[in-house]
T-cell receptor, first 114, second 113 residues
Framework: DAGVTQSPTHLIKTRGQQVTLRCSPK?????VSWYQQALGQGPQFIFQ???????QRGNFPDRFSGHQFPNYSSELNVNALLLGDSALYLC?????????????FGPGTRLTVL | DQQVKQNSPSLSVQEGRISILNCDYT??????FLWYKKYPAEGPTFLIS?????DKNEDGRFTVFLNKSAKHLSLHIVPSQPGDSAVYFC????????????FGAGTQVVVTP
């Protein structure tokens, strides 16, 4: 049973560019959440997708957008990259059944903005 | 606004002894709390959780205690093992924000032989 997968593993971009990160949820999960983890900090919630719609959003600017596909996979897009966007981007998946908030995380994509 | 705080950035403990990790929160609406463990180059792994209707939850070597009046929870690991060396994150969620986990900054645990 494959867990949460993310691609790419590492990415280097320059300021002003745009980036797309991808995530496939754990089998049987239909909800995908994205987090940004800066160095030395805990993950910060960006947004959550369920039924192909953004259901929850954290305190991130509109430069951060996402999408969920019918197969529940998801993309995170960041436009007009800033140096401060350098971080580990984590994708987490969960199921609507079970009634818990337990989320399963992928290994993350390390984004470096130069 | 950091609503979940882990004030100890690091903890060193001898193998076989108890590790106690602490977490404080400010949002009284939080009703579900989780602990995650993270190794380098891996995503966080779920360890244990507790609902606000309980004050203790135990799973093997891991026990989480919740003190709602103090807005404080702790994770006890007994006995500590070398494989427990990792960063531990406390996280919380509120009923009106299902799935939005708010994390503390983490505590680096090092278990020494």
């Amino acid at each position: 049973d494959a867990g949460v997968t993310q691609s790419p593993t590492h990415l280097i971009k320059t300021r002003g560019q745009q980036v797309t990160l991808r995530c496939s949820p754990k089998s049987g999960h239909d909800t995908v959440s994205w987090y940004q983890q800066a160095l030395g900090q805990g993950p910060q919630f960006i947004f959550q997708y369920y039924e192909e719609e953004e259901r929850q959003r954290g305190n991130f600017p509109d430069r951060f957008s996402g999408h969920q596909f019918p197969n529940y996979s998801s993309e995170l897009n960041v436009n007009a990259l800033l140096l401060g966007d350098s971080a580990l981007y984590l994708c987490a998946s969960s199921g609507t059944s079970g009634g818990t908030n337990e989320q399963f995380f992928g290994p993350g994509t390390r984004l470096t903005v130069l | 606004d950091q609503q979940v705080k882990q004030n100890s950035p690091s903890l060193s403990v001898q193998e076989g002894r108890i590790s106690i990790l602490n977490c404080d929160y400010t949002n009284s609406m939080f009703d579900y709390f989780l602990w995650y463990k993270k190794y380098p180059a891996e995503g966080p792994t779920f360890l244990i959780s507790i609902s606000s209707i309980k004050d203790k939850n135990e799973d093997g070597r891991f026990t989480v205690f919740l003190n709602k009046s103090a807005k404080h929870l702790s994770l006890h690991i007994v006995p500590s093992q070398p494989g427990d060396s990792a960063v531990y994150f406390c996280a919380a969620s509120a009923p009106d924000s299902w799935g939005k986990l708010q994390f503390g900054a983490g505590t680096q645990v090092v278990v020494t032989p």
